[in-house]
């Protein structure tokens, strides 16, 4: 039975909050990973935006509207993943921050926004990649994130576009219609897809003897249900159904949000227009919840 708080309770409540408290700072080191405690889910908001050719000569037009897309209360994200930032030559100090995240990505850069009052940076892990065989045009990035003793791998990625840019339309209805494409570029976003889930056990097993919660977020230049994502879809559920780009002669559901199937549950996810006037994307987000043990 629930019982609702009012002011004529909140004496009782104030003589049983040191009794809570005693109990916390004097009992916690008994509980093990089998008690209700250490189960508790935790709640929070992520997102994904292409940036569509991020650079540092245009950090102050993003860097305004990202604060502005992070501020908006309509919103509430807690996380925001960032793809298509493009590597300069230029030493300022958000290139040195990109390049440190991004040792290994080549040209193109990821990025990662969190909320540092509910989220903490723990590490940006490398992957092995003699497992992955250099598979990715763009290396994915993995950001391990801790939310209330609760650890995230947030594998943000960046797939392969289908066909060359000229001819990207005709390669992209071509794949949605179901119709087999042997051209290299159709070949190499296939063996990406098939390659992610070997990307999340691979993000698993490289932090050994904690309890990681993997989360595929980015653009994956192909709509979710396309067979090619047969085997990501026997472990993880896609989240967005909605297409994300701009452009009204080719509406497309490329950017999208993967939890694991068991670990997480989550809303649908939703998209938002407030990215307009920095990208050819639309923003993607959703509240995810993540049950199960603590990551320690």
């Known amino acids: ?71 908006d209360e309509s919103l509430r994200l807690d996380i925001i993943a960032l793809q298509e930032i493009i590597k300069k030559t230029s030493e300022s100090p958000l290139e040195n921050v990109i390049n440190q995240m991004n040792p290994n990505s080549g040209k193109e850069h ?54 060359v840019p000229s001819e990207w339309k005709k390669h992209a209805k071509r794949l949605r219609d179901g119709e087999d494409c042997c051209c290299h570029s159709c070949s190499r976003l296939k063996s990406e897809i098939q390659h992610l889930p070997i990307v999340a056990e691979t993000a698993k097993s490289q932090i050994k003897g904690k309890c990681i919660t993997p989360i595929l977020i ?9 067979q090619w994502f047969t085997e990501l879809q026997k472990k ?30 989550s809303e649908p996810a939703r998209v938002s227009g407030s990215s307009e006037e920095i990208s050819n994307h639309k923003l993607v987000y959703s509240s995810v919840k993540i049950t199960g043990q603590k990551g320690a």
Request: charged share 20%.
């Open 1 to 71: 039975m629930m019982v609702s708080l009012n002011l004529k309770t909140q004496g009782i409540v104030q003589k049983v909050l040191p009794l809570i408290q005693y109990w916390r700072q004097h009992c916690q080191c008994q509980l093990d990973d089998n008690t209700p405690a250490a189960h508790l889910s935790v709640t929070f908001t992520i997102g994904s935006l292409n940036l569509n050719n991020f650079t540092v000569e245009k950090s102050t037009k993003h860097s305004t509207a990202l604060a502005k897309i992070f501020g």
């Open 236 to 265: 993880y559920s896609p989240l967005n159904a909605e297409p994300t780009n701009y452009c009204k002669s080719l509406l497309r559901v490329y950017d999208n949000i993967w939890v694991e199937k068991g670990k997480a549950k």
């Open 218 to 226: 980015g653009d994956f230049n192909l709509e979710p249900d396309h």
């Open 110 to 163: 990821f990025g990662l926004l969190w909320r540092k009052s509910k989220v903490k940076h723990h590490e940006t892990i490398q992957l092995d990649l003699k497992k992955l065989r250099n598979t990715y045009t763009r290396q994915p990035s993995v950001d391990i994130l801790e939310i209330e003793e609760k650890l995230l791998a947030v594998i943000n990625v960046h797939l392969k576009y289908p066909g």
